[in-house]
């Protein structure tokens, strides 16, 4: 396994649409594990191909146990309910603005063997699911911002919902 390079906001990469996977091969092994490895190592809560610099249709998202899922040609089957609350992204480091996002969010996609199989999630996991398939899209969550916050902001709305993310046990 190997560390990958982040690619920044500005990379033309990010804004582009991914293609499909249509091989499960030892390549996609290969990349798979270093984007786990590259997003414990950024202690972040997703990773989308084009994060890496891979137009590939597949991301990585940290469940509510902190298990990393593997989505390859993840797509949003529903989603319901809504949330607002503070997100940031590894592409756009130490920026931070208040997006709304579904509550539940249930997803289909395949494993690295090209198994096809269905996942939900809530809270945080429902907005890493919208966030890291956003990528795929060649879209950024600052499409969703007025501002960003100031680490001041940041720092009383965590402070204020303490307890919300205590239960959650992760920030983005």
């Known amino acids: 396994m190997a560390l990958r390079n982040i690619v ?95 509550d539940h969010v249930r997803v289909r996609a395949f494993d690295r063997n090209g198994n096809a199989f269905e996942v939900e999630g809530t809270e945080m996991t429902a907005r890493c699911f919208c966030h890291e398939i956003e990528h795929l899209d060649g879209h950024m969550f600052d499409e969703h911002v007025d501002h960003f916050l100031t680490e001041e902001e940041l720092r009383a709305y965590y402070e204020e919902h303490e307890d919300e993310y205590e239960e959650e046990g992760a920030e983005e």
């Open 8 to 102: 920044k906001k500005g990379d033309p990469i990010l804004n582009k649409k991914c293609r499909a996977v249509t091989e499960y091969n030892e390549r996609l092994h290969i990349l798979l594990d270093d984007m786990k490895e590259t997003l414990a190592d950024a202690d972040g809560a997703g990773l989308a191909g084009p994060q890496v610099g891979v137009m590939r249709r597949i991301c990585i998202v940290v469940n509510e146990d902190g298990e990393m899922l593997e989505l390859v040609n993840p797509e949003i089957l529903e989603s319901d309910g809504e949330q607002t609350g503070p997100e940031g992204c590894l592409s756009l480091p130490g920026k931070y603005g208040m997006v709304t996002r579904p």
